[in-house]
T-cell receptor
């Protein structure tokens, strides 16, 4: 089955620790995205990547880092510099043609205490 | 950036058509209107998109006004499984055709028996 996988579904960390969220896709998509969602809110873009070894900051990149060493993988690290890391994190992918839709993974709910 | 305005919530009787409105009065000529929905604690699901013509697929119909300042998503026969938050999104073009999606707070559709 083609799709996007995110693991784990629930993640708990202590304040001050870095944590890396996994995102893998087998759709052969060039572009990948990370969004953050807070309760009752829409999604906000953290980082996106259109091609391997290249990525751009989204609207709320502070306190996050990413890498794109492989086409299929786009891991997100939530660093200790992120002031409010507890949130629902969603990964998505798409082609880079002019007219495209984004496919979303099931999300990872991160709780930092 | 083009913004969208949606009612925060709507109810619909099961088996009836659900008509979800969206205003996007600042939309540019080359910007598409996308609709996604998100069932609680899952990743958003693509529904449909359009530029200026009405569109229909197996899930829904999209009606865009002639001046493109508003649109309506129609679910022809709503079921209980259509209960979700529906997002109307205008895709913004960035440099290199990056095209990011800007999510608002969406409309919570409650389908009732």
């Amino acid at each position: 089955d083609g799709g996007i996988t995110q693991s784990p579904k629930y993640l708990f960390r202590k304040e001050g620790q870095n944590v890396t969220l996994s995102c893998e896709q087998n759709l052969n998509h060039d572009a990948m995205y990370w969004y953050r969602q807070d309760p009752g809110q829409g999604l906000r873009l953290i980082y996106y990547s259109q091609i391997v070894n290249d990525f751009q900051k989204g609207d709320i990149a502070e306190g996050y880092s990413v890498s794109r060493e492989k086409k299929e993988s786009f891991p997100l690290t939530v660093t200790s510099a992120q002031k409010n890391p507890t949130a629902f994190y969603l990964c998505a992918s798409s082609t880079t043609s002019v007219n495209y839709e984004q496919y979303f993974g099931p999300g990872t709910r991160l709780t930092v205490t | 950036d083009a913004k969208t305005t949606q009612p925060p919530s709507m109810d619909c009787a099961e088996g009836r058509a659900a008509n979800l409105p969206c205003n996007h009065s600042t939309i540019s000529g080359n910007e598409y209107v996308y609709w996604y929905r998100q069932i609680h604690s899952q990743g958003p699901q693509y529904i449909i998109h359009g530029l200026k013509n009405n569109e229909t697929n197996e899930m829904a119909s999209l009606i865009i006004t002639e001046d493109r300042k508003s649109s309506t998503l129609i679910l022809p026969h709503a079921t209980l499984r259509d209960t979700a938050v529906y997002y109307c999104i205008v895709r913004v073009y960035g440099s290199g055709n990056t095209g990011k999606l800007i999510f608002g707070q969406g409309t919570t559709l409650q389908v009732k028996p």
